[in-house]
């Protein structure tokens, strides 16, 4: 990112890209392709312990983040994810963290958040449902209050690691507002299914709830008043998730520019061919203005700045489609190695496909920021 570092967010960054380059470099990614989980637990617990759960979880549960600003420190681990196109529930982990450390109760803090920090539970965010809409008008399931129960129904999709997650925070509607659930996945009523996606590690699922019965404790927050923790969490959901797509990109783009070096046509680099450097140039202009708004965004959220909503639906806009640009335009110049299973760029425009889909489309966040105008 081009955020200035502090020390410790610098060492923190460094650290971060040991770790993955030592422990989870390109073939190990590679090898986890057939996994069922798309990742190692044991390597899980591992990020954990260099400090990826904690940023959101409260100092009195032994989380914390660096700066005091949990998504500028976030998204530092979530570029250099993006750069090695890394496995892992980093995304739904964060989300969920942060919204019981803003709406959870003192019991779901003390109950859920330090498996979260430790890395032996995971947690996920359940949100769309079919037809891949993300967004509060779309919510269709149902939580609805009996006694001192909430009764469940309906369906969510596209919920990342929902096969290896311990709970499930589940978005759903009361009425006109919205209401959340944090569910085990072993309750009576829940049903999991598991699924795939082209991203090499990454692993979605389906939770089906048939009238799935839990007590009113287990709801984050008030019965239907999740309105606004709902639009935080899609606010940190997408920081990270263009951080990550401005480590894809950058990543992409130095290792083909260093290619373009190598590469020799009549003579010469082909990168010194005049339609390449206006390629590159191009590409450049769009990295600098993802990284910029990426950085924005995150520093929107920390300081609850008013039109974070709208600046998180620009950051997608912008991101979720320069980004795929960017490896498209990489795998062009790499012309025929570049589309083949040997070489690495495929790996990269696997992630950057799927992140330009979930959380909305660019599209949509367009049509999103024109409505958040009031014009």
Known sequence: MNLELSEDQEFFRETTRKFLESEMPL????????????????????????????????????????????????????????????????????VVAAALARAGSADQQAEV???????????????????????????????????????????????????????????????????QVLVPTGTPGVTVTRGRSVDMTRRFGKVTFDGARLPL??????????????????????????????????????????????RYAFGRPIVSFQVLKHRIADMTHWLEGSKAVSDALAGAIDDAKPDAARLASVAKAFVGERGPDIVDECVQITGGIGVTWEHDIHLYSRRAVVDRALFGSPEEHKERVYALLDV
């Open 113 to 179: 958040l330090p498996g979260l920090l430790s890395g032996e539970e995971i947690a996920t965010w359940a949100f769309s449902e079919p037809g891949g809409h993300w967004d509060a008008a779309s919510v269709a399931a149902t939580a609805t209050p009996d006694g001192g129960d909430i009764v469940l129904s309906g369906t969510k999709s596209y919920v990342e690691a929902l096969g290896v997650a311990d709970r499930v925070l589940v978005t759903a509607r009361t009425g006109d507002g919205l209401t």
């Open 217 to 262: 404790a287990a709801v984050v927050g008030e019965v239907g008043g999740a309105g606004d923790i709902v639009e935080h969490q899609l606010e940190v959901a997408l920081a990270l998730q263009c951080a990550e797509l401005v480590g894809v990109a950058d990543r992409t783009m130095e290792f083909t520019v260093e290619y373009g070096r190598e």
């Open 27 to 94: 073939t190990a990614v590679r090898e986890l392709y057939e996994s069922a989980d798309g990742f190692d637990r044991d390597w899980w617990r591992q990020a954990a312990e260099l400090g990826w759960t904690s940023l959101y979880v409260p100092e009195a549960h032994g989380g914390g983040s660096l700066s005091g600003s949990p998504t500028r420190d976030a998204v530092i681990v979530a570029e250099e994810m993006g750069r090695l196109v890394s496995p892992g529930p980093f995304l739904p982990v964060n």
